[in-house]
């Protein structure tokens, strides 16, 4: 059974750029969550995706946005990065009750 | 979202029993008790939850108070291993978790 994978690792980007961050979640699994974990702090809820639709949203801006394909793998995108976007970002995937996180990506914004 | 409240930081000797404790006094009937833990440079690592009973696996085990207002995570030998930031989340099927800063265990050789 293949885990959370997330792409890519690291990622280096500059204020105002755009950015995309790929998920697959594990197999059978129909949900996705993104969270953002800012250095020191525990991971905050960006959004959920359930069969391909949004199913939840934390507290961020509309430049953040997101995508499950049928295969349920997913994405993140943000718009118009700013210095205080640099994070992790890390995806789980569920089926019911325990979420399994991938590795995460840093992203840093210069 | 309800809330969790545990200690910032604690310390145990290796091979010793580690109690980490959780209070949520504002918890619902729906809500399962969830335990994370996030070892250093890794994604957050499911370790176990429950609802009104004790729970046990090969990871821990899950005491919970008669009246679910607060839970204690019991790992029954440290390992170095498991030094990590251990989260309490209360959580109901797939909704979103809402970690806290969690409790920094520190464990001494």
């Known amino acids: 059974e293949t885990g959370v994978t997330q792409s890519p690792t690291h990622l280096i980007k500059t204020r105002g750029q755009q950015v995309t961050l790929r998920c697959s979640s594990q197999?059978?699994?129909?949900?996705v969550s993104w969270y953002q974990q800012a250095l020191g702090q525990g991971p905050q809820f960006i959004f959920q995706?359930?069969?391909?639709?949004?199913?939840g949203r934390g507290n961020f801006p509309p430049r953040f946005s997101g995508l499950q394909f049928p295969n349920y793998s997913s994405e993140l995108n943000v718009n118009a990065l700013e210095l205080d976007d640099s994070a992790l970002y890390l995806c789980?995937?569920?089926?019911?009750?325990?979420?399994?996180f991938g590795p995460g990506t840093r992203l840093t914004v210069l | 979202d309800a809330k969790t409240t545990q200690p910032n930081s604690m310390e145990s000797n290796e091979e010793e029993p580690v109690h980490l404790p959780c209070n949520h006094s504002t918890i619902s009937g729906t809500d399962y008790i969830h335990w994370y833990r996030q070892l250093p440079s890794q994604g957050p690592e499911y370790v176990i939850h429950g609802l009104t009973s004790n729970v046990n696996n090969r990871m821990a085990s899950l005491a919970i108070a008669e009246d679910r207002k607060s839970s204690t995570l019991i790992l029954h030998r440290a390992t170095l291993r498991d030094a990590a930031v251990y989260y309490c989340i209360l959580n109901f099927g797939n909704e979103k978790l809402t970690f806290g800063t969690g409790t920094r265990l520190t464990i001494i050789p």
């Open positions: 995706y359930y069969r391909e639709e949004e199913n």
């Open positions: 197999s059978g699994h129909n949900t």
């Open positions: 789980a995937s569920s089926r019911w009750g325990e979420q399994f």
